[in-house]
């Protein structure tokens, strides 16, 4: 969810290293963080698609 919101305001990048740094401050477990890490990614793919077709419908 935070994910989300961050996309709508910030640049897609800079949200995924937002997103990475802050799940390397709380997932100690690297193999947990990998699994998470690809949620991040997944997410924002969506959400830039859908940013995308938002702005170009208008």
Do not use: P, S, Y
């Amino acid at each position: 969810m935070l994910t989300f919101f961050l996309f709508a305001a910030l640049d897609n990048l800079t949200t995924t290293i937002v997103m990475v740094a802050l799940l390397r401050k709380l997932i100690n477990d690297r193999k947990d963080r990998w699994r998470f890490v690809g949620m991040v990614f997944a997410i924002g793919l969506v959400v830039a698609k859908r940013l995308r077709k938002w702005t170009n419908d208008e």
